[in-house]
T-cell receptor, first 116, second 118 residues
Framework: DTAVSQTPKYLVTQMGNDKSIKCEQNLGHDTMYWYKQDSKKFLKIMFSYNNKELIINETVPNRFSPKSPDKAHLNLHINSLELGDSAVYFC???????????????FGPGTRLLVL | AQKVTQAQTEISVVEKEDVTLDCVYETRDTTYYLFWYKQPPSGELVFLIRRNSFDEQNEISGRYSWNFQKSTSSFNFTITASQVVDSAVYFCALSEDHGSGNTGKLIFGQGTTLQVKP
């Protein structure tokens, strides 16, 4: 059973389109994250949700909107896609991010987005 | 400010050689967490190890070992008798504890690409 899954795995689209990436975890974790990996492999946090509540919004353009319908799902919607949005987007989850104990984050397989 | 530096961009070794991947971190917190992740050519991110700042004990797992030294703010990763399957990008990451404000954000280093040649 896949612990953290993402769909789609590959996404090729035209500039200006709107697209969504879905993430689901079956680990029973409370916290979910979105990270972006650029062409130089650099990984950076975008968003984090804890029990459906937004706790991190890391200066991401407001064309990016995360949505968490329940604590097992965190979807990423991107409006008006730009060439610079081309990257690999990783979803992750952990047991807890609040309090004094930082749990390990487990990552999904990534979604490779190419904007033409 | 928190920061993770992996100064080695690429390392190339021949199979069976030992190799050490360096990781140096900066943080103002006294409680923090360090991680290593592996990203094989297939692209997924695989968790390898986590170390809490209050636990300086080194760890060995098979051919992998980690050396955590708070005095030098380093968390180095050694692969003994490397194999071709070890070829990957390896990331060191830091998460800070801000008490009740802990956001769980992982700060990644730039990654070290390890190529193990047969």
């Amino acid at each position: 059973d896949t612990a953290v899954s993402q769909t789609p795995k590959y996404l090729v689209t035209q500039m200006g389109n709107d697209k969504s990436i879905k993430c689901e975890q079956n680990l029973g974790h409370d916290t979910m994250y979105w990270y972006k990996q650029d062409s130089k492999k650099f990984l950076k946090i975008m968003f984090s949700y804890n029990n459906k509540e937004l706790i991190i919004n890391e200066t991401v353009p407001n064309r990016f909107s995360p949505k968490s319908p329940d604590k097992a799902h965190l979807n990423l919607h991107i409006n008006s896609l730009e060439l610079g949005d081309s990257a690999v987007y990783f979803c992750a989850s952990s047991q807890a991010a609040s309090g004094v104990y930082q749990e390990t984050q487990y990552f999904g397989p990534g979604t490779r987005l190419l904007v033409l | 400010a928190q920061k993770v530096t992996q100064a080695q961009t690429e390392i190339s070794v021949v199979e069976k050689e030992d190799v050490t991947l360096d990781c140096v971190y900066e943080t103002r917190d006294t409680t923090y967490y360090l991680f290593w992740y592996k990203q094989p050519p297939s692209g997924e991110l695989v968790f390898l190890i986590r170390r809490n700042s209050f636990d300086e004990q080194n760890e060995i797992s098979g051919r992998y070992s980690w050396n955590f030294q708070k005095s030098t703010s380093s968390f180095n990763f050694t692969i003994t008798a490397s194999q071709v399957v070890d070829s990957a990008v390896y990331f060191c990451a830091l998460s800070e504890d801000h008490g009740s404000g802990n956001t769980g954000k992982l700060i990644f280093g730039q990654g070290t690409t390890l190529q193990v040649k047969p």
